[in-house]
């Protein structure tokens, strides 16, 4: 295959990569400058995907690691660390933004460019490592000294792949690939093609381990990608199996597809109206319910997990009250609404119950039974049963009951939406939430639900 | 407990049974002066709870078996033994039915009273038999030389028990204990109560082995009997399990009331209306569906069993199409209907249901659902899946299907009820079912949906 055409618009060009080195060696220097001026033994170093030069075009996070020496005591690199950051920023007129990775870091516009300034330890053994941030250094190295000219090539191709059909990001948002773990799939499986044809063979628990450290029994992940320099550490420990199962169909489908660059563009939505997606739900059926309330203010990567775990139990609970989920999703415009969803195939049920009790062969617990229940008990298929009413007879009843705050624990909530779900919540008919939300909100949220309503369309071209 | 007041009503009085022993007598001196006339060497023998004075009052079936020597050829019994029949019959002035048992009998009114004449072999060793209704006159002779004279009142009033509370006769249509089963456990437990004491802690697989004859391993059914006459019969291979947990129920919820006495009398039944029924189900909730269909001329112990299977496979095949039933039954008239109930928790389903395929791990498989699915298909915890239509997204739809020729398959129908099943099937809602039954098909339609609502009220008072 050609990708040349492909190449053209991800790969940056000279002029690109021109200013990015010349802001960075700018940046680089002044960090230097001052730490020698206030006799700190700190180093400014580059990492990430611009010192790689595998990041793609227009898409240059710039990650400048402020390395202090292992003796550091680590409430002063914590601090020397942030205020050198700030210096920089004043000199350079920078916009910035506190961040909290393992301790806090810095994030700037400077020049147009977003510029993550993060106090490290310099380490030379992940053994050495004091805080989670001290191996990307380690990354950065290890990729520089493996990866073939060429291969640079393979991994944007990797990436804007992954990206296309949906996959690209260790974000929770996402829960796909790192950069990192695409490199080390080039450095495994050689070029992007290869790797097409072998990913396509992976299994649950696939192992990819290049230094050959044979740790994987340690994890039991879908995949484990023995980190190169941390023999100790899964790299696709943060990559969910949906992802992986998503990538490895993407794969399997683009090997048989006619077309094969399509894959290498976002796909293209069809108009999508409101119109369009209630007449979609109306195919499908049965009801579907929005769960809409606030959301504080916290990270996406703390949003989305909460939101994911909440949906995930709420569903759990509607089956096990017999009410039936025929699909259920999360959306938030990571602003101030997080909205649950849930399409039911039953969403009403009998007034009446069978509760079971013990088998009619038992003679003390049936007698128990009865005496806790009652005369109406009677013989079903060798169990002692009786009829009772339904707490819950429609899926909002069960939702309604759920969402006040006595009974909130019987679901896992993300601690941080507790509050604001109990105090906000509302339920909705889908074709009635509509028609509260913004152009904005709307059209994030429609485009959500047409990827809801058409799980496969990312993965084909 | 004193029961002599319940013993006046069911215990028959001298004058009857002297007239029954008087009829009796008279009709085997006429058989086997007819046998002697003819030169055939069989004798008239009286069996059954009149011979052994353990029916209930007004309910004396008269049996007198027509026995042959073993050397008999079987033709000669049976067209001898029916022309016997028939001539005292005639000499009678009765009226009369063949039946078939495992060879033709003769069912006669004669006098008033209802009398059976069946030919059989005259054996003494089970071993010996020929024909399933030999072993009658075995029982018989076994019960009147073990049985004691007081033990006659306790066997009336357990017959008495079991039919107030719904298990007595092993007819299909009840399911329940045989007359000569009853008898056996008043030989093994002595009396009435402390039967009751003794039923209360059966549990399933229960072994009455009155002769100790050690072969119980031979059977798995819920209550082993063996047969005292013949050690590889379990007498209580023709009762249902839910009739035997029913009685135990029914002993247990005896040992606790305060109302004894009332066990031993019908059931009173609240005044049953069409509306009160149709309350009660619209308290239960979803929908109720008739089928109704036209039933061959057939005995009643070959159309129960028949309309049960027919009525489990289909609410089996329901369940399996995701439509939920909470309680099904079947009923008939017994003339020219036979009736089948779906209550139904769920009876809508989405359009769409997920297909699922093989685990996205294996690839070839996967392969082949892709090609066989096209392009739409997804990953779905961890199985490559597609949204297909729904065949059947209405249980009626379903039901529709099922009763063509060439979809009945699908079901387990009885034999004799499939032609007519297919060619008059009719489904209702049962609330326009009820309207098109005339009084007396109502009254006991409605009777049975009572039963069918609460079932629980037979085996308690």
Chains 1, 2 share one sequence.
């Not at 020698?36 to 710039?62: C, H, Y």
């Not at 550091?72 to 909290?100: P, R, W």
């Not at 609404?337 to 003390?364: A, D, S, T």
């Not at 993300?414 to 074709?431: D, H, P």
Request: with cysteine.
């Amino acid at each position: 295959m050609d990708y040349r055409g492909i190449l053209d618009i991800i790969k940056p060009d000279t002029d690109e990569i021109n200013q990015i080195e010349k802001i960075s060696s700018k940046l680089i220097k002044s960090i230097n400058k001052i730490c020698r001026e206030e006799n700190l033994n700190a180093e400014a170093v580059q990492v990430g995907s611009v010192a790689k030069k595998t990041f793609l075009k227009g898409k240059s996070d710039i990650d400048i690691f402020i390395s202090f020496p292992l003796s550091t005591d680590m409430n002063v690199l914590k601090e020397k660390g942030l205020e050198i950051a700030y210096k920089i920023n004043e000199e350079y007129n920078g916009e910035c933004d506190e961040h909290y990775a393992s301790h806090p870091y810095l994030t700037c516009i400077i020049e147009g460019y977003e510029i993550d300034f993060v106090p490290c330890y310099k380490i030379d053994d992940a053994k050495d490592m004091k805080s989670a941030v001290d191996r990307t250094i380690l990354h950065t190295r290890y990729i520089k000294s493996h990866i073939k000219e060429e291969q640079i090539d393979e991994i944007l191709l990797l990436k804007r792949f992954m990206d296309c059909v949906g996959v690209y990001g260790s974000e929770f948002k996402v829960g796909g690939f790192a950069g990192y773990l695409c490199e080390i799939l080039i450095l495994k499986y050689g070029n992007f093609e290869n790797l097409i044809d072998e990913v396509s063979n992976w299994r649950y628990g696939t192992v990819i381990d290049l230094e050959e450290y044979g740790t994987s029994d340690l994890f039991n992940d879908p995949l484990i990608a023995i980190d190169p320099t941390d023999k100790n550490r899964n790299v696709g420990a943060a990559l969910r199996s949906d992802k992986m199962e998503e990538f490895i169909n993407a794969c399997r489908n683009f090997r048989i597809s006619e077309n094969k660059l399509d894959f290498f563009y976002p796909l293209k939505k069809e108009n999508i109206s409101r119109e369009s997606i209630l007449k979609d739900f109306n195919d499908i059926g049965g009801k579907t319910y929005i769960v809409e309330f606030e959301i504080p203010e916290v990270p996406a990567d703390t949003l989305y997990p909460q939101l994911r775990k909440t949906e995930e139990s709420l569903s759990e609970k509607l089956e096990e009250e017999d009410f039936k989920v025929f699909k259920s999703g999360y959306w938030t415009n990571e602003k101030d609404k997080g909205v649950l969803i849930f399409n039911m195939e039953v969403y009403k049920l009998n007034n009446i119950k069978i509760h079971y009790g013990p088998k009619i062969w038992v003679r003390q617990a049936c007698e128990n039974f009865k005496k806790a229940n009652g005369p109406d008990c009677y013989c079903l298929n060798e169990f002692l049963v009786v009829n009772k009413e339904r707490e819950f007879k429609n899926a909002t009843d069960y939702i309604e009951y759920i969402f006040k705050r006595e009974n909130i624990s019987h679901i896992k909530i993300g601690k941080n939406l507790k509050e604001t779900a109990i105090k906000t919540f509302k339920i909705y008919l889908l074709e009635n939430y509509l028609k509260t939300l913004n152009k904005e909100d709307s059209n994030g949220f429609l485009d959500y639900l047409d990827d809801f309503l058409h799980p496969s369309q990312h993965t084909r071209r």
